[in-house]
């Protein structure tokens, strides 16, 4: 038993180190929220900004945006019971 306890780490250990980084693939960027040109949002509360990652918002086509509310805005909880309650 301890034997194939071994293998398999050393195979998954070896894994790791063979399967190429996600952060190196071709095409992808990573960015930090100061890197990001953020805009006020008229129809969200006052303070609340918007940062367009990639794509049109007025196109039906994929995109990806940050939201970054207000420091004083609260959330409210959804009609989604929680069952530990």
Request: net charge positive; hydrophobic share 40%; proline share 12%.
């Amino acid at each position: 038993m301890k034997r194939v306890a071994v293998t398999a780490t050393l195979l998954g250990g070896l894994g790791v180190f063979l399967i190429p980084p996600a952060h190196a693939a071709e095409g992808h960027t990573f960015v930090t929220p100061s890197d990001l040109k953020w805009t006020d949002v008229p129809a969200l509360p006052p303070g609340a900004q918007i940062a367009v990652i990639e794509g049109p918002l007025n196109e039906a086509v994929p995109f990806t945006f940050r939201v970054k509310p207000p420091r004083t805005s609260t959330f409210r909880r959804t009609g989604i019971q929680d069952s530990s309650t």
